[in-house]
Every structure is written in C-alpha cells, then in structure tokens.
C-alpha cells in the first residue's frame, strides 16, 4: 500500500477492511480455540496449554497491533516540527537526555578552539586546521584510538588516490578530458559513498572521510602539469590534517568519560534494573507503563552498540572483549523486552477501543491473595536478583574463572512445581468468556502472567548458562 510514500482513498479503505478482516478472523480461531479447550476437559487452566494459550493470545496481539497501525496511517502526520528543534537543542546540552551529550559538547568545543587558535597564531590565519576538525568531529562512544585511525585512513585515502589518479590520466582540455574527469569524479565518489552506505559502522565512516578530501583534491585548476597541485601545498595539507587527527586522538583519549566495555556494563545493568522493576509493578497489579517498557528495550540496543564497539576497543594487558558470551546473554535479554511488551498488552483491556485502557489492579487482584502467586513472583525476582548481580562481577572482571558468584549460584528447583501449583490454586477462580475476544478474556490474561513468570525463569537459566559456558 504504502510502496509510493502516501495512501490514496482507496487504499485507505481497502486497508482498513482487511484490518478488520484480519480481527475477524482472529477471533474466530480464538473462539474455535476455546471451544476445543473446553471439549477436551480443560475449560479454564491446564498447565499443559500455557504455551498454546500464549501462542493464541499473542497472535490476537499481533493482529490487533497491525490494525492499530492501519488505522494510524490514514492520519495525517501532526508533528509539530519547530518543537522538535527546540527539543533537540536543549536536548544536546542537557546531561540528563542522552548519556554522553555533554561529555561531547565539551570535547568538541575544546577541540574546535584549539584548532582555531592554532591556525590563526601558528599557521598564519589558515582555516585548514579548524575546518578539518569540524569536518572529522563526531559523537562517538568508543574506542577513541581506533576511531582516529580511522579517521587517518579516510584522510590519507582522500588526499593521496586523487594525486595519484590524476597524474596517470588526462583529464585537461575540451572534449574528451573534461568528459574522463568528470566521469572519474562520479566513479571515485559514488564508490566511496557506496562504502559509506553499505559498510558497517566501523567502516562506513572512512568511505565519508575519503569523499569529502578527495572532492577538494580532484577539483584543482588545469596548469602544465595537468590538474596535480604543487607537492609542497599537497605536503602542507597532510600535514596540517594529521596534525588535527593527532589533536582530536589527544582530546578524545584524555576526555573519554568511558570505555565502550564500560558503557557495556552500564546500559545492560540498567536494563535489567528497569525489566526487575516493570516486572514488579506488573505482579504487584500496577501499571507498568509503555515508557518504562520502552526504555527497557531502549537501554538493550545501546548494551548492544557498546558490545560492538567493545570488542574493537584496545585491550592492551586487559584479557579479549567476551563477545562470544555477551551475543547470547543481550538475545535473552532482548526476548525479555517481548516479554514485557506481551504484558504491558495484557495489563489493558480493549474491548472497541484501539489503546484500551489498564485494569491489572481488578484483573490480578483475586489471584494476588493466593500464597501461592506471592511464593512464584518471590521466586522469580530472587532468581532475577541472584542472576543480575552474578551477570554484573562477570562482566566487571570479563572473565567467569574463580567467581564465587557463579560457583554459588543454584536455580530454585521448586519454582517450576510451585508454577503447578499456582495453576491448580486459581483455576476454580477463573473460567471462560467465550463471549469477549482472547486480549479481553480475563483467563488467558492471567494464563499470559503465569506463562511468562515460567519464561523468565528460563531466559535467566539461558544466561547463567552462557556465563558459564564462557
């Protein structure tokens, strides 16, 4: 529908009918699904089809995730664009928004003054110096070394393959080298932007740098020698470069907040402190928050940045980055943000409407009463606890050797039968309303919570045991 950038009328309408075809549909399976349910002896809980009922109620999630999303497009976008401006600015300097935006603002105008005072007082009023710092400048958390290495083989790239290029062709006079030289641009250019665009992060950048050098060494005026400028001009500008890589590599080294490995260690940290506390308020029956849910999810893609960038970073006497543990621990806590996004679903009630409105308070509060529901709740944030503080020594030490906290670490055999329990304690609470769909059915909600206490449990053994095959 959307393939041209915008929705006819008709594509609207078209839209929305199989949106609500599509709820339709769901419902049905889900009706048909209940029907069976009770055909087979199991009209309210079984633990046996918790994860059949998972699977029913996240397919009913999805369809009306994606009829959400068909009736937000045929809205015209209201974004105020002037207040995003100003939310921007403010956002830069304020230590608080993102994590690093001061650190880089200080960085930044540190180098850029030093730059500009150099050129005036040492260079004779020349603006290469500041204009390559401005040109090399990014907000970068990482390793600073390896990113003005970088940054030198863009540079070096840019200001040498275009010498070179130009000595061994003809590209002055009318006709036929004016047509190779401006063919010779778009090839050497549209490559390095090719690098730019497809290349990964560690890369990408270099392909930029080479660009935006090259395009000054290639534009030079025809003399007797062709288009090649003097070697002690060329000279002068390596020089000059260099010297600002060089001064970027010394501020950035000297003012780096963090490592990327340290940065690591925070964003997962924080992540499984803000999962901990949305698990809480879930299971104590308040609401969770989509803002809490997303920064959990937030905080993971930024532990996943880190890791990539740690794992380039100079180790020096410092033992290798554990990549090979950290990829499967951030995919267990990556399937824990679903998780609380199934049950940040299974807090509202629908019924017509599309956001729906949250009522975990009534829906979990006859089964909160049982002793059972606090013992399995209890289990799981202990075990949630037990596996956070052992995840957090390992990757402050990087290594799993001697750590007390591994060797110490048991998981509570009994959580799984107190899960069984649990299921037997609240089934006579609970039965079908084979009336409502499944997202409004009190019973699969409840069976969702339950289902996903189990999944904790096992994504946190997942991690313990990644640690420990590390």
Same mark, same amino acid.
């Not at 600015?89 to 935006?101: K, Y």
């Not at 960038?309 to 950290?326: D, G, K, L, S, Y």
């Given at each position: 529908?959307?393939?041209?950038?915008?929705?006819?009328?008709?594509? /609207?309408?078209?839209?929305?009918?199989?949106?609500?075809?599509?709820?339709?549909?769901?419902?049905?399976?889900?009706?048909? &699904?209940?029907?069976?349910?009770?055909?087979?002896?199991?009209?309210?809980?079984?633990?046996?089809?918790?994860?059949?009922?998972?699977?029913?109620?996240?397919?009913?999630?999805?369809?009306?995730?994606?009829?959400?999303?068909?009736?937000?497009?045929?809205?015209?976008?209201?974004?105020?664009?002037?207040?995003?401006?100003?939310?921007?600015?403010?956002?830069?300097?304020?230590?608080?928004?993102?994590?690093?935006?001061?650190?880089?603002?200080?960085?930044? &105008?540190?180098?850029?003054? +030093?730059?500009?005072?150099?050129?005036?007082?040492?260079?004779?009023?020349?603006?290469?110096?500041?204009?390559?710092?401005? @040109?090399?400048?990014?907000?970068?958390?990482?390793?600073?070394?390896?990113?003005?290495?970088?940054?030198?083989? #863009?540079?070096?790239?840019?200001? +040498?393959?275009?010498?070179?290029?130009?000595?061994?062709?003809?590209?002055?006079?009318?006709? %036929? #080298?004016?047509?190779?030289?401006?063919?010779?641009?778009?090839?050497?250019?549209?490559?390095?932007?090719? $690098?730019?665009?497809?290349?990964?992060?560690?890369?990408?950048?270099?392909?930029?740098?080479?660009?935006?050098?090259?395009?000054?060494?290639?534009?030079?005026?025809?003399? #007797?020698?062709?288009?090649?400028?003097?070697?002690?001009?060329?000279?002068?500008?390596?020089?000059?470069?260099?010297?600002?890589?060089?001064?970027?590599?010394? $501020?950035?080294?000297?003012?780096? *907040?963090?490592?990327?490995?340290?940065?690591?260690?925070?964003?997962?940290?924080?992540?499984?402190?803000?999962?901990?506390?949305?698990?809480?308020?879930?299971?104590?029956?308040?609401?969770?928050?989509?803002?809490?849910? *997303?920064? /959990? %999810?937030?905080?993971?893609?930024?532990?996943?940045?880190?890791?990539?960038?740690?794992?380039?970073?100079?180790?020096?006497?410092?033992? %290798?980055?554990?990549?090979?543990?950290?990829?499967?621990?951030?995919?267990?806590?990556?399937?824990?943000?679903?998780? @609380?996004?199934?049950?940040?679903?299974?807090?509202? /009630? &629908?019924?017509? !409407?599309?956001?729906?409105?949250?009522?975990?308070?009534?829906?979990?509060?006859?089964?909160?009463?049982?002793?059972?529901?606090? !013992?399995?709740?209890?289990?799981?944030?202990?075990?949630?606890?037990?596996?956070?503080?052992?995840?957090?020594?390992?990757?402050?030490?990087? *290594?799993? *050797?001697?750590?007390?906290?591994?060797?110490?670490?048991?998981?509570?055999?009994?959580?799984?039968?107190?899960?069984?329990?649990?299921?037997?304690?609240?089934?006579?609470?609970?039965? &079908?309303?084979?009336?409502?769909?499944?997202?409004?059915?009190?019973?699969?909600?409840?069976?969702?919570?339950?289902?996903?206490?189990?999944? +904790?449990?096992?994504?946190?053994?997942?991690?313990?045991?990644?640690?420990?095959?590390?």
């Amino acid at each position: 529908f959307m393939g041209d950038g915008d929705l006819a009328h008709h594509e /609207v309408d078209t839209l929305l009918r199989r949106a609500e075809e599509l709820r339709r549909e769901v419902h049905s399976i889900s009706r048909h &699904y209940t029907g069976l349910r009770v055909e087979g002896g199991h009209p309210t809980l079984s633990i046996f089809l918790l994860e059949e009922d998972y699977f029913v109620y996240n397919m009913s999630a999805l369809a009306h995730a994606v009829r959400e999303f068909a009736m937000t497009v045929q809205k015209p976008d209201e974004r105020d664009l002037q207040k995003e401006v100003e939310t921007s600015l403010l956002d830069l300097v304020d230590p608080n928004a993102t994590r690093g935006n001061l650190n880089f603002v200080f960085r930044a &105008y540190v180098a850029y003054m +030093v730059a500009f005072l150099a050129g005036v007082y040492v260079f004779g009023y020349d603006f290469l110096l500041p204009a390559t710092i401005a @040109l090399v400048l990014s907000k970068f958390t990482g390793s600073a070394l390896e990113r003005n290495l970088g940054r030198m083989q #863009g540079v070096v790239l840019g200001l +040498v393959l275009p010498v070179i290029v130009l000595t061994q062709l003809p590209t002055c006079g009318n006709g %036929a #080298g004016t047509w190779a030289f401006l063919l010779l641009i778009f090839l050497f250019i549209g490559l390095c932007l090719y $690098i730019y665009f497809s290349a990964t992060d560690r890369y990408a950048f270099i392909g930029m740098l080479t660009a935006a050098f090259a395009a000054q060494s290639f534009f030079q005026p025809c003399n #007797g020698d062709g288009r090649v400028v003097g070697a002690s001009l060329h000279f002068f500008r390596v020089v000059v470069t260099i010297t600002a890589i060089f001064l970027m590599a010394v $501020i950035d080294l000297s003012m780096t *907040s963090e490592r990327p490995s340290e940065a690591f260690q925070f964003h997962t940290a924080e992540s499984l402190r803000l999962a901990k506390k949305a698990l809480t308020r879930f299971y104590d029956g308040r609401e969770m928050g989509k803002l809490l849910v *997303s920064t /959990v %999810a937030l905080e993971v893609d930024r532990a996943q940045d880190m890791a990539v960038q740690a794992n380039h970073e100079p180790r020096f006497w410092r033992t %290798a980055f554990p990549a090979r543990m950290v990829q499967p621990v951030l995919s267990e806590i990556e399937d824990l943000c679903a998780d @609380l996004r199934i049950l940040h679903r299974a807090s509202h /009630v &629908y019924k017509t !409407e599309h956001a729906g409105h949250p009522d975990i308070d009534a829906l979990l509060r006859p089964v909160r009463k049982e002793p059972v529901w606090k !013992e399995c709740v209890s289990d799981m944030l202990t075990q949630f606890d037990a596996v956070s503080t052992l995840l957090a020594r390992v990757l402050a030490h990087e *290594s799993s *050797s001697a750590n007390e906290h591994l060797l110490n670490y048991q998981h509570n055999m009994q959580a799984n039968d107190r899960i069984e329990d649990l299921v037997d304690a609240i089934t006579p609470l609970l039965s &079908y309303a084979p009336e409502l769909d499944v997202l409004d059915d009190p019973r699969a909600r409840i069976g969702v919570a339950i289902f996903i206490i189990n999944s +904790v449990h096992n994504r946190l053994d997942f991690v313990v045991e990644a640690v420990m095959r590390y």
